[in-house]
């Protein structure tokens, strides 16, 4: 079925709800597509059977046939089928099973801004620490992370870097410090838009890891090219320049690289420690 799928030109799919999402995307071109064939034949069938040269009086009578009237409520049953059959399920799950850390989904922040994707990680204890505009720092703290507030002891964050456990449930609060962005895992299906002043829920899951992704692009001209996270959103002048790095890893890789940020954090830690000792 993926196979088949990729000749209308979608990029693999990477994530469980992959599947439902394609279907609905290639019905709807195909409607798209017998709209565009049935209207163009019309309008040049009108054009030549009812040309001034032809017709140089009005026919005040109209038409008598009632096959238009058909067609047009057969179009409309048809997108009323795809709408309430496959749209709306769709739609429905992405807004009301949004999974939550007690449903033992991954927890992660994402706050975008002009031109990096800060990914914030909430550690080992799963609570995310605040965040206070007044604190936000550039260089040393982008999300303006507070580290005296309950649970950001072992808070960490990414720049353009986000890991992610495979065949486990995903799920990212999105909001952003600017403008509006659009986060977008194409390979995953995932699209949404970040707006300023929100937090907005997304989730997946994705059932294939990076390197098997690697593996599978072998021969084609995706070779060699991991996956990224675009901002699918003009954001300004370096628009082009957002876009950021997921890695799917086994369970075990994504345990090791927590393990490894834990480490950085303990040193840097350390390293404050050290230097306020100093400056004493």
Known sequence: ??????????????????????????????????????????????????????????????????????????????????????????????????????????????????????????????????????????????IGLDRSSPGADDDFYTINQMHIPVNKKIRIDLTTKDVIHSFKLPELRVGQDAIPGMSIPVHFEANTTSEEFLQKMTGTPREGKGLEIACAQLCGLGHYRMRGYLTIDTEDDYNLWLELQAQYLEEDSEEDEWGDEDDW
Do not use: C
């Open 1 to 142: 079925m993926l196979k088949f799928l990729q000749n209308y030109g979608l990029p693999i799919s990477l994530s469980e709800a992959g599947p439902g999402i394609d279907e609905i995307i290639v019905l709807t071109h195909w409607l798209m597509l017998v709209l565009f064939i049935g209207w163009g034949a019309f309008f040049i069938i009108s054009l030549v059977k009812f040309r001034a040269s032809k017709n140089p009086d009005a026919d005040h009578m109209g038409v008598k046939s009632h096959l238009s009237s058909v067609l047009e409520v057969a179009v409309a049953v048809v997108e009323i089928v795809l709408l309430i059959g496959f749209a709306f399920p769709i739609w429905a799950n992405r807004v009301n099973d949004v999974p939550t850390s007690g449903d033992g989904a991954v927890y992660i922040r994402v706050v975008a801004q002009q031109y990096v994707w800060n990914i914030h990680y909430p550690g080992a204890d799963g609570i995310f620490g605040s965040s206070k505009p007044e604190l936000v720092d550039e260089v040393n703290n982008p």
